[in-house]
């Protein structure tokens, strides 16, 4: 006997065809090439700069020289397997490939946080695994919220905090560069706001206290330092204290993840940079209720993936996201 | 002769209750206010639903259902002082009541993928349903 209280058919139709998904999202998987010259940096969109169909630089272009080069990837959230994108290895192993296709391996990559999805030991190991096929120096992790959920990150201080202090924060010099990695996601407060608190405040005034105005500072933390969308929870609480700290210095460049897409802004002597994440898009400020993993149309995933500019690049010869056009080579 | 003997059994006994002390399994997490969520929930379990269903279904973030630590903005997650905490439980058990009632789902759990109704079906990023902003 039918009961009308129960529904027999639950249908889901997403329009979403895997296949289809799958194939736009080999265009997945972007980074940050950044380039130090003479104290400046200069970034580029990783899918700007490599043909997907041969692996290598795109034909006509040359890289302008650098004094040396490192690579910013972001948000990988392993683990995660909702249809915003089901194969967040996929797409990591697609921007890990765009850092190996460059002419010049980058010093070292910055990876700024979320890096698992839900804190989970075999997420940390599957990125590790991934991680390794990297062609450069080095790694330099800071975590993201998702990697110090259950635990307030002791887990991710045991795999990547040697050397760090409190909660994972440290600073290192390259090529005369100072690089400052800083941690916000511990302590978020309500709203979801970062918070670099009072100690790491105090750390940070005494790292660079010692340092000459002409040295080149590069900040790079999870949760973006300047108030992209605090409605969301796109920025942090203490930022500005932290920022009055590095306004003597000529040349300031601050990365950050955590909003999934490339935003950038000057302000004064610092330039803000948020990374594109390699695992899904999440919506542009205030235009959905709130943030979070964006399910899109297979067709119109390239588009929130920030691959709009491979076009750009092809007919313009510059590029959308960068700081410096593009040398042609050869012209 | 005899001593070895009895300490030989002594012996064999400390393996014994050595050995089952070992074998009780060690508890899957260490929340203290469970009381919808089974109380054995695993931490990616948990990690999950809060991430998942609650933080994404709701576009929320922890802060919004946790109060905070009285001296620090560290989230105290046991605590029960946010009336949204209690709000989110009741929404839980309406929704495993719906999902049984209504769609024939047998034993369902919160953060199952098989639920016909679940947090998003009428939040939808939204703290309230029928919020538009």
Same mark, same amino acid.
């Given at each position: 006997?039918? *009961?009308? *209280?129960?529904?027999?058919?639950?249908?889901?139709?997403?329009?979403?065809?895997?296949?289809?998904?799958?194939?736009?999202?080999?265009?997945?998987?972007? +980074?940050?090439?950044?380039? $130090?010259?003479?104290?400046?940096?200069?970034?580029?969109?990783?899918?700007?700069?490599?043909?997907?169909?041969?692996?290598?630089?795109?034909?006509?272009?040359?890289?302008?020289?650098?004094?040396?080069?490192?690579?910013?990837?972001?948000?990988?959230?392993?683990?995660? *397997?909702?249809?915003?994108?089901? #194969?967040?290895?996929?797409?990591? @192993?697609?921007?890990?490939?765009?850092?190996?296709? $460059?002419? %010049?391996?980058? /010093?070292?990559?910055?990876?700024?946080?979320?890096?698992?999805?839900?804190? !989970?030991?075999?997420?940390?190991?599957?990125?590790? !695994?991934? $991680?390794?096929?990297?062609?450069?120096?080095?790694?330099?992790?800071?975590?993201?919220?998702? #990697?110090?959920?259950? #635990?307030?990150?002791?887990?991710?201080?045991?795999?990547?905090?040697? #050397?760090?202090?409190?909660? +994972?924060?440290?600073?290192?010099?390259?090529?005369?560069?100072?690089?400052?990695?800083?941690?916000?996601? %511990?302590?978020?407060?309500?709203?979801?706001?970062?918070?670099?608190?009072?100690?790491?405040?105090?750390?940070?005034?005494?790292?660079?206290?010692?340092?000459? /105005?002409?040295?080149?500072?590069?900040?790079?933390?999870?949760?973006?330092?300047?108030?992209?969308?605090? @409605?969301?929870?796109? +920025?942090?609480?203490? /930022?500005? !204290?932290?920022?009055?700290?590095?306004?003597?210095?000529? /040349?300031?460049?601050?990365?950050?993840?955590?909003?999934?897409?490339?935003?950038?802004?000057?302000?004064?002597?610092?330039?803000?940079?948020?990374?594109?994440?390699?695992?899904?898009?999440?919506?542009?400020?205030?235009?959905?209720?709130?943030?979070?993993? $964006?399910?899109?149309?297979?067709? @119109?995933?390239?588009?929130?993936?920030?691959?709009?500019?491979?076009?750009?690049?092809?007919?313009?010869?510059?590029?959308? %996201?960068?700081?410096?056009?593009?040398?042609?080579?050869?012209? | 002769?005899?001593?070895?003997?009895?300490?030989?059994?002594?012996?064999?006994?400390?393996?014994?209750?050595?050995? &089952?002390?070992?074998?009780?399994?060690?508890?899957?997490?260490?929340?203290?206010?469970?009381?919808?969520?089974?109380?054995?929930?695993?931490?990616?379990?948990?990690?999950?639903?809060?991430?998942?269903?609650?933080?994404?279904?709701? &576009?929320?973030?922890?802060?919004?259902? =946790?109060?905070?630590?009285?001296?620090?903005?560290?989230?105290?997650?046991?605590?029960?002082?946010?009336?949204?905490?209690?709000?989110?439980?009741?929404?839980?058990?309406?929704?495993?009541?719906?999902?049984?009632?209504?769609?024939?789902?047998?034993?369902?759990?919160?953060?199952?993928?098989?639920?016909?109704?679940?947090?998003?079906?009428? =939040?939808?990023? =939204?703290?309230?349903?029928?919020?538009?902003?």
């Amino acid at each position: 006997m039918k *009961n009308e *209280n129960f529904i027999s058919v639950d249908k889901n139709d997403d329009g979403i065809d895997r296949a289809g998904f799958l194939k736009c999202m080999a265009w997945a998987g972007t +980074g940050l090439f950044c380039m $130090m010259s003479g104290g400046v940096m200069k970034s580029y969109g990783m899918s700007q700069l490599i043909d997907k169909n041969i692996g290598l630089l795109k034909k006509g272009l040359t890289l302008p020289k650098a004094d040396f080069t490192f690579a910013q990837i972001s948000d990988s959230h392993i683990g995660f *397997n909702k249809p915003a994108n089901p #194969d967040v290895v996929g797409t990591l @192993q697609a921007a890990i490939g765009k850092i190996n296709a $460059m002419p %010049v391996a980058p /010093s070292f990559i910055l990876h700024t946080g979320d890096l698992s999805h839900l804190a !989970q030991a075999d997420e940390f190991d599957t990125l590790d !695994q991934e $991680m390794k096929s990297a062609k450069t120096g080095k790694i330099f992790y800071v975590p993201g919220e998702h #990697d110090v959920l259950n #635990d307030n990150g002791k887990q991710y201080l045991q795999r990547y905090g040697k #050397d760090t202090k409190g909660d +994972g924060w440290y600073s290192f010099d390259y090529n005369g560069v100072h690089f400052i990695g800083l941690v916000n996601v %511990v302590n978020t407060s309500e709203g979801g706001l970062g918070v670099l608190g009072n100690e790491q405040l105090e750390w940070l005034q005494k790292d660079v206290k010692g340092l000459s /105005s002409s040295t080149p500072i590069v900040v790079f933390a999870h949760i973006p330092l300047w108030a992209v969308y605090p @409605q969301w929870g796109w +920025g942090t609480r203490d /930022s500005e !204290q932290a920022l009055s700290y590095l306004k003597r210095f000529g /040349s300031v460049s601050v990365l950050n993840g955590h909003i999934h897409q490339t935003l950038q802004k000057v302000e004064g002597n610092i330039t803000f940079h948020t990374a594109t994440s390699t695992a899904f898009p999440q919506p542009q400020p205030g235009t959905a209720p709130a943030a979070g993993p $964006m399910k899109v149309p297979a067709e @119109q995933l390239r588009t929130l993936l920030g691959v709009t500019s491979v076009d750009y690049v092809e007919h313009n010869h510059t590029l959308a %996201v960068t700081d410096t056009p593009l040398v042609i080579a050869n012209k | 002769m005899r001593v070895s003997k009895k300490y030989g059994v002594i012996a064999a006994l400390g393996i014994v209750v050595i050995a &089952g002390i070992a074998a009780v399994p060690a508890p899957a997490n260490e929340y203290k206010n469970l009381k919808v969520l089974p109380k054995d929930i695993s931490t990616k379990d948990l990690s999950r639903i809060m991430i998942d269903d609650f933080e994404d279904g709701l &576009g929320v973030s922890c802060g919004f259902c =946790h109060a905070e630590e009285k001296d620090s903005h560290k989230l105290d997650y046991a605590s029960d002082e946010k009336p949204e905490k209690e709000i989110a439980r009741l929404m839980m058990k309406m929704t495993l009541d719906v999902n049984e009632k209504y769609f024939q789902v047998t034993h369902p759990l919160i953060g199952d993928s098989t639920l016909a109704i679940n947090c998003t079906t009428c =939040h939808n990023g =939204h703290p309230r349903p029928g919020d538009t902003e």
